[in-house]
């Protein structure tokens, strides 16, 4: 398998997609698992081989990533999936993090009423309960073939024995020793000067899977590692108590599914964002044909950051948990309403958006996340976002548990109108209560035609998730594009606000962008600029699978 270097540029990728030599990812007859890490990647296509499912394959890679990729891998996190029968039918599972029960709308604010920096983002209290193994258990409780213990060992046994550091890990593990020390009261095991090759190795972390091994939730919501988690929070001065764990649900969700130009887009629904936003921007460019716009021309940036603009907007005022807020996801993605929304767009010039708010309806994210995309011999795909919100999450590292708790609760609305890490803004409907679900741009999403899967894809990003998701759609079902060409391409981002469009450096040509600011765009371009890691899985018209790993990353496809 082909390992293709980080480098901070991505003209590399440009050139790499040249029209003389088309780029191929990796191919597999029959299965594959494409994911942040090659040692999560093949402990994931390994339980294929023995003849496992997909959702045998999505439990021994989320497991493994927690071990091999601390950043966004986890057990102390959250996420999201989106799963396809190999009879077509389609389901998904909410496993994202809760705000304990003793979260209330002001408590990130100051007497005066103004939002206390970072303390929603850092350190004990961000932190939100933990989703993943909960989720974990469901989906072998509904889907699991293999005994549950064979899909646990393998991470355990990489915790033990260790795994190297690669040289993108020691550089983020060596950027966030200071916070580490910050947030923690005792010498964590990954405060230390790393260099590529080191090899570290988590007996803590073994000996909890372990339990998770032995005795399934009970093994993590209940017992020793309860204790460990809810001692360590209160330690530190948080909140988190028993309750708020023995009380956490993983909830089977019925997808956002819509269709586009003949193709079948199934994706999650609330309280992730991507499934709402992906269904209005895609139906507010479909009116358009593509075929005439060259792929990342001026025009095709135009169109969709003006779709983006709109859909970000309505995403800050409507969108938030289901089980908390009445969301019109309906009328939100019902094609009347998004071409009216679309009327003020203009090819001559930049719609400004202070201009655009939400739009009227009828009643009524990290860049450290991680995804993994994964087709089994059987035919089924499961499409698998998950998460600590910003790297390593709030870096509070559990005392004897070895493994670190998320700071999602910076994905709620601490208040309306004030954004977020990302930059993004909220409203009432995303306000903090107790027990609610914060509201993610997580889009894990499963592509079909004529009945038949095509696409498994997904992103971390934060904020750029859906737009990335949004593009890799695009570049295969319109601009034919293979998997792993689609994912090298350079990407761009607008969110309503900050009102710029992100552009990954020097994938875009002098010509574009000075159009571009001559209809009164603004541009941010800088050299560390990655917008989202795709990986993904497409199924070539041979039914053979293509893998695309993101180059801006160690990620790795690995099948047979």
């Known amino acids: 398998m082909k390992k293709i270097a980080y480098l901070l540029t991505i003209a590399f990728l440009v050139a790499s997609c040249s029209k003389e030599e088309k780029i191929i990812g990796v191919i ?16 994931g296509s390994d339980i294929l081989k023995k003849g496992g499912n997909a959702y045998d394959a999505m439990i021994a890679t989320q497991l493994a990533l927690a071990v091999v990729y601390p950043q966004a891998g986890n057990i102390g996190g959250g996420g999201f999936m989106v799963y396809r029968q190999n ?55 509904k889907f699991g073939s293999l005994p549950f213990k064979e899909l646990v060992q393998p991470a355990i046994d990489l915790a033990r024995n260790g795994f190297k550091v690669s040289k993108m890990q020691a550089r983020a593990l060596n950027g966030t020793r200071k916070r580490f020390q910050k947030a923690n009261n005792y010498t964590i095991a990954f405060d230390a000067e790393w ?66 130009k003949g193709y079948t887009i199934t994706s999650m629904t609330l309280p992730a964002s991507g499934g709402i936003c992906l269904a209005q921007i895609l139906k507010a460019i479909e009116p358009y044909d593509l075929s005439k716009i060259e792929h990342n021309s001026t025009k095709y940036i135009q169109l969709l950051t003006e779709a983006e603009r709109r859909s970000y907007a309505d995403r800050a005022h409507y969108l938030g948990d289901i089980d908390y807020v009445d969301v019109p996801i309906d009328s939100l993605t019902d094609a009347d309403y998004i071409n009216d929304r679309m009327k003020s767009f203009s090819w001559d010039k930049a719609t400004k958006s202070s201009d655009i708010s939400h739009g009227t309806v009828l009643g009524y994210e990290s860049n450290e996340t991680t995804h993994y995309s994964i087709v089994d011999a059987f035919g089924n795909a499961v499409s698998v976002t998950t998460t600590l919100n910003t790297g390593y999450g709030s870096k509070v590292f559990v005392k004897g548990g070895g493994f670190f708790l998320n700071n999602e609760m910076d994905d709620f609305s601490s208040k309306p109108g004030t954004p977020n890490v990302y930059g993004l803004l909220g409203s009432k409907a995303n306000a903090i209560a107790p027990g609610k679900r914060m509201l993610s741009s997580m889009t894990p999403t499963i592509v079909s035609y004529n009945g038949k899967l ?96 993101d180059p801006r990353g160690d990620d790795a496809a690995v099948g047979f």
């Open 28 to 43: 597999a007859d029959k299965a594959m698992v494409v994911s942040a890490r090659v040692e999560a990647s093949t402990i």
């Open 87 to 141: 009879d077509g039918s389609t389901g998904a599972l909410d496993f994202r993090e809760k705000a304990p029960n003793s979260a209330h709308k002001d408590m990130y604010l100051d007497e005066k009423g103004d939002v206390i920096p970072e303390m929603s983002s850092f350190g004990v209290h961000s932190v939100g309960v933990p989703g993943s193994v909960a989720g974990i258990m469901e989906v072998y409780k």
């Open 195 to 260: 260099k590529e090759g080191d090899i570290i190795k988590l007996e803590e972390l073994a000996q909890t899977l372990e339990r998770i091994r032995d005795k399934g939730m009970d093994g993590f919501y209940k017992g020793k590692t309860a204790d460990l988690m809810v001692n360590y929070v209160t330690e530190l001065g948080g909140k988190m108590t028993h309750e708020d764990l023995t009380s956490y649900q993983a909830v089977w969700r019925k997808p956002v599914s819509f269709d586009y």
């Open 454 to 549: 095509k696409m498994v894809v997904g992103t971390p990003g934060g904020s750029t998730i859906i737009t990335s998701v949004l593009q890799n759609i695009l570049n295969v079902v319109a601009y034919d594009m293979g998997m792993q060409e689609s994912v090298n391409q350079a990407r761009f981002h607008h969110q309503w606000y900050p009102d710029n469009i992100r552009m990954e450096p020097n994938g875009f040509d002098s010509i574009t962008k000075n159009k571009l600011k001559a209809l009164g765009y603004e541009l941010l371009e800088r050299n560390s600029l990655i917008i989202g890691r795709v990986d993904a899985i497409l199924v070539l018209p041979n039914g053979k699978l293509e893998g695309g790993a």
